[in-house]
């Protein structure tokens, strides 16, 4: 058995591929691998070739004098994906390979009018209390009344979404708004929100709550006045499920995953990059090289972004009916900054720092000509991790923000570095005398990300999403080509550590039972 979520099982019949087959994944993200870990329990002979040098996709870590940083994500959502893994690929717990720690509170959040919540991890009771006490009586009731409608979205969504393989008739996901919006009547008319910017305007009626909720969307690179109302599900995850960190940092989740790859007898060829997808008689048959080298393989999956999927394959990957491949997405800036001082105690493990001024900012990333805002939304995380610094009298500290990938605006050199210096004037808000404790400052950009992941531009991709006319939706696992699969953030059901090991069950699911595989019973 797969699970995929810590609400539901996948049923896999082992067999129904005769004997042993050989297959071949591109690419060793962490959704890459995860599917490979799968087929390999199967009993199928699995190899990865990754273009780099290591393992992990955008999953990766930076070190220097003492210091160490997760350059990618650095907290993880539903840890039953990954728990799930581990028990099916070995029957051993994930927290006997990695050490999880529930964040508490999930964040922190400071307003652009100096207001700060800290929200509990979890708890819906907490959270009302904490918002009304921070913004006014009457906050948090909106925001929880919120909750409720978002989990309507989710658990209309969940399966389609997530559990299952994406739909032959998807475009009902892509018609259907899920999220029950309240009625909202403006002069002589009465709306529903169809946007999660309306949903904030209309129903949170409150310019604080209205930050807290397209924050979560802004952190996947979506624009909250484009974004469909069921992208409130993104909020909801965090508050349903918790918020997790891996002691050591998310690289340790990677590390984890690669070595039960390898444990499993799963090989591993580094610097191997793919020219092409071999395709004979209408059916994946093996992958070339750019050494001239080649393999034979009877499935091929494929763990990589559009562009690259295009170079491999071409147009055989394309059905002239089916959900395009999403471009066009924006990237993020990393700034890692290494501070004298230590962590002081009782500081929230991440706090989002608003900007004070949302629309210029959503111009600025998502604008005809595109440029870094001004004025950016940060997340700051202090991990407070002893693994992470080299003694007690440092911290390591790591801010982030949305940007737009290269190609979409001037974003390199000295704008990469202005960016940076708007970043930390806006972390001040949330650390005191931030400025003047660094003891030196690494920038990752969207070229970083591009030479990580391969993603044209350092885009970052985000979860698939129903509504808005199939847009935000991601192509299915399986192709046009047989034996062609895809698998990670680029693929059903998009981007984020969680949905790239559900990628990873699914994958494993339809090469092990076939066409008729449909996820959870």
């Not at 009302?128 to 978002?150: I, K, M, N, P």
């Not at 949302?358 to 991990?383: C, M």
Request: charged letters at 25%; proline letters at 8%; one cysteine or more.
């Amino acid at each position: 058995m797969l699970v995929t979520a810590p609400w539901r099982a996948l049923s896999v019949v082992v067999g129904k591929v005769p004997g042993m087959a050989r297959i071949a994944v591109i690419g060793a993200g962490t959704g890459a691998m995860a599917a490979a870990a799968r087929l390999a329990v199967a009993g199928h002979r699995v190899t990865v070739y990754e273009r780099t040098e290591t393992y992990g996709g955008g999953v990766r870590r930076f070190e220097r004098d003492g210091f160490a940083f997760d350059t990618g994500p650095g907290l993880l959502p539903l840890p039953a994906v990954y728990r799930d893994l581990f028990v099916k690929t070995g029957k051993e717990p994930l927290e006997d390979r990695v050490e999880l720690v529930q964040v508490d509170p999930s964040a922190r959040h400071v307003f652009a009018d100096g207001a700060g919540v800290s929200l509990p991890n979890a708890s819906r009771a907490g959270v009302v209390t904490a918002l009304d006490e921070a913004l006014g009586a009457g906050a948090g009731q909106r925001w929880g009344d919120f909750l409720v409608r978002a989990r309507e979205a989710w658990d209309r969504t969940r399966r389609p979404l997530l559990e299952e393989p994406l739909w032959p008739d998807w475009p009902v996901l892509a018609e259907r708004e899920p999220y029950p919006s309240v009625p909202h009547k403006r002069l002589l008319r009465t709306r529903r929100a169809t946007t999660l910017a309306e949903v904030g305007a209309w129903e949170l009626r409150d310019a604080r709550l209205a930050a807290l909720l397209e924050s979560h969307a802004l952190a996947y690179g979506l624009d909250p006045r484009t974004a469909p109302a069921s992208a409130a599900v993104l909020p909801y995850l965090e508050h349903a499920f918790g918020t997790w960190y891996v002691r050591g940092g998310l690289r340790e989740l990677a590390r984890a995953v690669y070595e039960r790859c390898v444990a499993r007898r799963v090989e591993f060829v580094f610097g191997a990059e793919a020219r092409r997808i071999v395709v004979e008689d209408g059916r994946a048959a093996g992958v070339e090289f750019a050494d001239g080298t080649a393999v034979a393989a009877e499935f091929v999956v494929a763990g990589v972004p559009p562009r690259t999927l295009d170079r491999l394959a071409g147009a055989a990957v394309r059905p002239a009916d089916g959900v395009p491949a999403r471009r066009g997405l924006p990237s993020r800036l990393t700034v890692l900054l290494a501070l004298r001082g230590g962590r002081p105690a009782g500081t929230a493990h991440r706090t989002v720092v608003h900007t004070p001024d949302r629309e210029a900012e959503l111009d600025a990333l998502f604008g005809l000509s595109p440029a870094p805002p001004a004025r950016p939304t940060v997340a700051v995380t202090r991990p407070g991790d002893p693994a992470l610094v080299p003694d007690p009298e440092h911290e390591a500290v790591t801010l982030t923000a949305t940007v737009p990938a290269d190609g979409a605006g001037p974003i390199a050199g000295d704008a990469l570095e202005a960016q940076a210096d708007r970043m930390v004037t806006a972390a001040e808000r949330a650390v005191p005398r931030l400025r003047e404790r660094i003891l030196w400052r690494e920038l990752r950009g969207p070229a970083d990300v591009e030479r990580e992941t391969g993603a044209a531009g350092g885009a970052v991709p985000a979860p698939a999403l129903a509504a808005a006319g199939g847009r935000l939706l991601h192509p299915a696992n399986s192709t046009p080509v047989a034996g062609l699969f895809t698998v990670g953030g680029w693929s059903h059901p998009g981007g984020g550590l969680a949905h790239a090991g559900m990628s990873g069950a699914l994958v494993a699911g339809l090469i092990v039972e076939g066409p008729e595989f449909r996820g959870s019973r």
